[in-house]
């Protein structure tokens, strides 16, 4: 590898995603959302009619998905069997189905196969819950994000144009829950990550603080 890979890990809600893009564009690299490839595989199954609570059937169907991730920081897509889903993706069936999907291990595979290639050389910022442990444990910068759960809840509430911040805590919650305690590359903080708190940070504030890391790395 020639170029330069920054891990960013943590639950939903941590400031991840807008963290990612803007240290991607501050850099000129190119942008991973690997939680958009788990939302994507995971439409793919409801579409077919798969039971996500089935983890037999989400194995057998776990290569069946064509998924091609974008990866402009300025405007990340993703398609789903030569369609894009950027909007479907961030939908509330995919929300409920993702987790226990992400959780099988056939699924996992797959997605790590991609996302290896899509890393190659480098120059990316990838964004995910086990980027730093798992995909890319000789990232050259690993970040482990957090925030306080109502923080989270607000954030993402905000997002989804004004949804229920007592809901969405829960929803946000329940998919940690999954994400942590599953046996396969559960969301964890890498060894050698830094972790930031990002309850009391602007954005800005968060991208510097990477890009710091980023030069120190260089
Ligand atoms: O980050 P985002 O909320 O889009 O991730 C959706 C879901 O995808 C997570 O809740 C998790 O279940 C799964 N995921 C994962 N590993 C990753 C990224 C996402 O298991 N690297």
Sequence with gaps: RTGIVVALDGPSGSGKSSTSRGVATRLGFRYLDTGAMFRAITLGMLKAGVDVHDADAVAAHAGVTQI????DPSNPTIHVDGEDASVAIRGEDVVAAVSPVA???AVRTRLL???REIIGAGDIV???????SVVAPDADVKLYLTADPAARAARRALEEGGSDVAATEAS???RDRIDSTRTTAPLTMADGAVHI???FFTLDEVID???ELVEAAR
Excluded: H, K, N, Y
Excluded at 126 to 132: A, K, M
């Design 103 to 105: 959780a099988v291990p």
């Design 113 to 115: 196969e991609l996302q």
């Design 126 to 132: 990838v964004e995910g819950r086990d980027i730093g």
């Design 197 to 199: 708190d990002t309850t």
């Design 209 to 211: 603080q990477v890009l």
């Design 172 to 174: 946000l919650l329940a």
């Design 68 to 71: 091609v991730s974008g990866t």
